[in-house]
């Protein structure tokens, strides 16, 4: 436990001091900062939004509108801290954590302690964690007090709640990728490699959910629609459209979050919404437990994925020979 | 009891034996030196010996631990100095020795003093709060020693200690680690592949070759089992080389041999014999010219079993 303690105060300092840590908030505060108040940014939609009444009739959580209002050709801040925030930030902490201390020689010295090997690795996974946490709480909280001040509307208890449940949640995400990029620390040799690695993964998940190709192609492929498509096709072309949407981790979280954050979505599946589009849904929002209750499933998935990662990771190096060359 | 002690210890990558059955014991207070060509499995060894590799076979114990399955009870009381010492280079020299003590549970005074102590023996007490990536390869040699200090462990292993520095410093690690050996009752595992360094220091050698222990023993038990008891080999130069000084010679306690020479004999003998041989010289009315002696090194044994292995 001593052990524990002891390096991951070393590694959360590491973090937090160093240039990598220092950059990685400002570009995090920054992007978001833009996203909302720039001048292409959210808030001038947030304000039309806030004027007129929509189909669910959200009125009453104006506050979380900031934070999953698109702006003006620039995405929402769900959308970037979902797309390229959390995971730029999970990667650049974990993509060396284990090859550079090998390559520098320390981990054959650190080894040597009287401390066990996952040790090392879950001081590293938390330290990571938690810087994760400080940074996104200290994003959240900046852009929500500018937005006090910008649209005059304090957060309900709720939508504090659900903020709150977003920054545990997004951290988990955060932690997914961190884990993901820890994984090819243990495997690969080579700094650079594992970095490309977790970079490669990263960019082929955010195009495929960027573009919807395979997704669209997949749902094409097993049921052509056509004007005379039946109504129960159309919904199994969309089912397994979104089916296939949901092999990318950023589309799943994304979706999780936004049912979070807008409490006016009803269903986490999209498709579903559209055909309630109509007379047949009553205007109001979920509460807390429901929609918690519709987003159990995603968060299932990250946490079983996450266990994987570790399972491997854990598995690799802890018979791994540690040769300081 | 040993403190380490190895029974059949055997590593295989693939086909390839790097070591192979290993039977090695080393007692407490020795400064044990691990003496072979590269590749002969000396790094291996030493992992295995602190549980950072796991032996295809047989069972490594230090200080009656396994190895292989109380890990952490020997890496308690074990200092390891790797071959390629890494330090974290954006710490100080404190930072990274202070680190050590709090992964050995220590209080944060207590790694704070030892780190400063250490610092202190090996001669780096102005360097403490230089970031290490301002350290020469000696330097960090030097703090590898420290680190060990702050542990305080009852054995201390270290992997070609002396590699990669230069001919100053490497007398000056050396030095430095005989005297914590002599001051802590250390037990010391040295390994290299230079002779003269573990001359220096040792008191007790292993020479391995290719995964084998080829010979292990006292300094001077190995060289006599060695060189057949030759230790020493005298020439003599003479005016005159006569039969009966010849037999005379022969007769001293301790020849082995006596071989002409152009102008003289050499003898081989198990200790110093000159003070006899020239009494002889002169009892049977010889007249020496000169006297040379020359007593055969480790270097000779171990090219020796160098050439057999």
């Known amino acids: 436990m001593r052990g524990l303690v002891a390096i991951f105060d070393k590694e959360l300092a590491d973090y937090l001091i160093s240039w990598r840590g220092i950059i990685l908030f400002a570009v995090a505060l920054l992007v978001t900062v833009v996203a909302i108040y720039g001048p292409a940014g959210a808030l001038v939609n947030i304000r039309e939004q806030l004027g007129e009444p929509t189909q669910f009739g959200q009125t009453q959580f104006v506050f979380l509108t900031l934070f999953t209002t698109s702006g003006a050709g620039s995405y929402a801040f769900l959308f970037f801290i979902t797309m390229f925030i959390v995971p730029i930030v999970g990667i650049v902490l974990g993509f060396d954590a284990i090859n550079r201390e090998k390559n520098s020689g320390t981990l054959s010295r650190l080894l040597s302690q009287p401390i066990y090997r996952d040790t090392v690795f879950n001081a590293k996974f938390l330290a990571g964690t938690v810087t994760m946490a400080i940074m996104l709480t200290s994003v959240v909280l900046l852009v929500s007090g500018l937005g006090m001040r910008a649209i005059g509307v304090p957060p309900s208890s709720e939508e504090a709640l659900r903020l709150f449940l977003f920054l545990v949640l997004t951290t988990l995400y955060g932690s997914f990728w961190l884990g993901l990029s820890m994984l090819f620390s243990v495997f690969f040799e080579r700094v650079a490699t594992s970095a490309m690695a977790s970079i490669a993964i990263w960019i082929f998940f955010l195009l495929y959910t960027l573009t919807g190709f395979i997704p669209t192609a997949v749902a094409n492929m097993r049921v052509p629609l056509s004007d005379t498509s039946t109504t129960q096709e159309v919904i199994r072309y969309y089912s397994i459209q979104v089916a296939a949407e949901r092999v990318s981790p950023i589309y799943l979280f994304q979706e999780a979050m936004y049912v979070l954050l807008s409490p006016g979505t009803r269903t986490a599946t999209e498709y579903l919404q559209i055909y309630a589009s109509g007379a047949e849904w009553q205007p109001g929002s979920l509460p807390l437990s429901q929609t918690m209750i519709t987003i159990w499933p995603h968060l299932v998935t990250f946490v079983a994925i996450a266990a994987v990662f570790f399972g491997v990771s854990y598995y690799k190096f802890t018979r791994e020979e540690i040769r300081s060359t | ?309």
């Open chain 2, 1 to 309: 009891m040993s403190i380490v002690e190895t029974k059949d210890l055997t590593k295989k990558y693939g086909k390839i034996t790097a070591v192979d059955g290993l039977n090695l014991r080393i007692e407490e207070g020795d400064i044990f030196g691990f003496l072979g060509p590269n590749g002969a499995g000396k790094t291996t060894t030493i992992l295995m010996l602190l549980g950072l590799t796991e032996p295809t076979s047989g069972i490594a114990l230090v200080a009656g631990y396994n190895t292989t399955r109380e890990p952490l009870k020997v890496k308690r009381i074990t200092g390891y100095v790797p071959e390629n010492v890494g330090f974290y280079e954006d710490l100080t020299a404190a930072q990274n020795l202070i680190y050590t003590g709090r992964l050995n549970g220590l209080s944060d005074r207590l790694a704070d003093k030892r780190a400063l102590e250490a610092l202190e023996i090996v001669g780096l007490p102005r360097a403490a709060e230089r970031n290490v990536s301002e350290f020469s390869r000696g330097m960090k040699q030097r703090l590898a020693i420290a680190d060990i200090l702050v542990k305080q462990p009852k054995i201390a292993i270290m992997d070609e200690p002396t590699s990669g520095i230069d001919p100053e410093g490497i007398v000056q690690v050396l030095d430095l680690i005989a005297r914590i050996a002599k001051e802590t009752r250390m037990t010391i595992v040295m390994s290299s592949h230079q002779l003269y360094q573990v001359q220096r220091i040792c008191n007790r050698v292993g020479i391995l070759m290719e995964g084998h222990l080829v010979a292990e023993g006292l300094l001077e038990e190995l060289s006599r089992e060695a060189m057949g008891g030759i230790q020493f080999r005298i020439e003599v130069k003479l005016t005159e080389v006569t039969q009966t000084i010849v037999e005379a010679i022969k007769q001293i306690k301790g020849v082995l041999g006596v071989e002409p020479l152009a102008g003289g004999l050499i003898i081989n003998c198990s200790e110093d014999l000159r003070p006899q041989i020239a009494k002889k010289i002169v009892d049977t009315g010889g007249l020496m010219v000169e006297m040379k002696i020359q007593s055969y090194a480790l270097e000779d044994i171990y090219l020796k079993y160098f050439r057999e292995g």
